[in-house]
């Protein structure tokens, strides 16, 4: 038995008004002291009022969300006792309004205990809406939560089927402000959702057709999107591509980008997006000839021919790492900024993250740990994967 679950999603230029229709008492907002700065949680905030709501805002969430600040946003909650919570930016703030909202209705239990096997009730003390500010993590259209543990240094991927939000609003004006850097780092971030999704073992057609659309729109937008901030039918198509690709990945699970990318962020900070972007064109490298005809289904629906599975999937490849020239994305983990010493002392607890990952046993060619030490290795150096 499989599921497709998926948030009802609210778009267009006057998104936000659906929250005028929300009907309840009391709403906590919550998100970070950027987005309160940038006047997005007045925006939302006004929205609910003429709904009839009282409004409280939460902006402590700080990039990759530790358990002690969804502690503080679960007491916060208790306090206020909303029926709504509103997570409103990047995946920081939607994946801490996620587990605010777990220990919320379960203050019995731990950040750390977040599962799938977990009957939560959630929906029975209060609902979620999830509002991003970036076009890339998805999280507003996957139940997934990472929190992080901060004396480990360790990235935490908890969530359960309940912890979807029961609404995505996606605004396109809170993406206009959105910086280079960033568009570029979710960027990449959405492109890796939906290739990873699409190659995924748990993939299924429900599954397959948001991907392959999300990665075409990635190639024809982003861009365009990182070059001129204020293009709003960019802005617009890397929001909804954003969106198509979690419910992909969300569905069908990440691959090994995810893994590695997720042990390289818990150890050395690098952005979440940027993290397993880079790791992407090598781990398609590492399984070309296990995953071709399913890289090649996406080659050519973007409009890469080639004469063989195996050329369109080295075409594709070559595809990832234009874009990602293009948008100023690092192509090795040396070009990240990682000194070597501190990088080649950290293999092994890299090797052991990544290994641990769900995402490594997900994939056409599961990696064992020799297999993912040459792999750091050498997308250190930047060499291609010939193995």
Avoid at 129 to 134: D, S
Avoid at 168 to 193: C, E, K, V, Y
Wanted: aromatic share 8%; net charge negative.
């Amino acid at each position: 038995m499989w599921y497709f679950s998926c948030p009802t999603i609210v778009f267009g230029d006057d998104a936000l008004e659906h929250l005028r229709e929300i009907q309840g008492t009391r709403a906590l907002i919550i998100t970070d002291s950027n987005i309160v700065k940038l006047g997005y949680a007045e925006q939302v905030s006004n929205e609910l009022i003429k709904a009839g709501l009282e409004c409280r805002i939460f902006d402590e969430v700080e990039p990759d969300p530790s358990m002690q600040t969804i502690r503080n946003g679960a007491q916060e909650a208790l306090e206020y006792q909303p029926d709504w919570l509103i997570g409103l930016g990047g995946g920081s703030a939607m994946d801490a309004a996620k587990a605010i909202w777990v220990l919320y209705v379960r203050p019995d239990i731990e950040p750390d205990a977040i599962s799938p096997t977990e009957l939560l009730n959630l929906r029975d003390k209060a609902r979620l809406i999830a509002i991003p500010t970036t076009s890339g993590t998805g999280a507003e259209a996957t139940w997934g939560i990472v929190v992080t543990d901060v004396a480990a240094r360790r990235k935490l991927a908890l969530g359960s089927r309940e912890t979807m939000p029961d609404i995505a609003i996606l605004n396109t004006s809170f993406m206009m402000r959105l910086p280079p850097q960033l568009t570029g780092d979710t960027g990449m971030d959405a492109l890796t959702h939906a290739i990873e999704g699409y190659t995924s073992n748990w993939r299924s057609d429900f599954t397959d057709a948001p991907a392959l659309l999300a990665v075409k729109l990635i190639f024809q937008y982003l861009a365009r999107a990182f070059e001129n901030g204020s293009d709003a039918e960019s802005r617009e198509h890397m929001m909804h591509a954003a969106t198509l690709a979690s419910m992909s990945f969300g569905n069908a699970m990440a691959g090994l980008a995810h893994s590695m990318g997720h042990a390289l962020g818990g150890l050395f900070h690098v952005p979440h997006g940027r993290a397993v972007g880079l790791f992407l064109p090598y781990t398609m490298e590492y399984l070309a000839e296990a995953a071709a005809h399913l890289y090649a289904d996406i080659g050519r629906f973007a409009g890469l021919i080639n004469s063989s599975d195996l050329d369109t999937t080295r075409a594709l490849i070559s595809q990832v790492r234009s874009l990602a020239s293009s948008i100023g994305q690092p192509s090795s983990v040396r070009e990240a900024g990682i000194e070597p010493t501190a990088y080649k002392q950290s293999i092994t607890a890299l090797v052991e993250r990544a290994e641990n990952e769900v995402t490594t046993v997900t994939i056409a060619r599961i990696p064992d740990g020799a297999d993912l030490e040459k792999l750091f290795r050498y997308a250190y150096e930047g060499k291609p994967v010939n193995f």
